[in-house]
C-alpha cells in the first residue's frame, strides 16, 4: 500500500485501485504520493519537496 510522502500516512485506495490522494513530481523528478489530507493542507504541495 502506498504511503503519503507527507505525513507518512497510508494512502487508501478505491475499487478502481486509484489512490485517494495525489501523485507529485519533486524538484528532481521522482514522483511522490501524497494523501488528500495533505493535498488539503498544502494548497502549493509542490512546494513541501
Ligand atoms: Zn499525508
Do not use: P, W, Y
Not at 500500500?1 to 478505491?14: E, F, H, P, R, S
Amino acid at each position: 500500500m502506498a504511503k503519503c510522502d507527507l505525513c507518512g500516512q497510508k494512502i487508501q485506495t478505491t475499487f478502481l485501485n486509484k489512490i485517494i490522494g495525489t501523485f507529485v513530481k519533486d524538484k528532481e523528478g521522482k514522483q511522490k504520493v501524497v494523501c488528500s489530507d495533505c493535498q488539503r493542507k498544502h494548497k502549493d504541495i509542490k512546494s513541501q519537496f
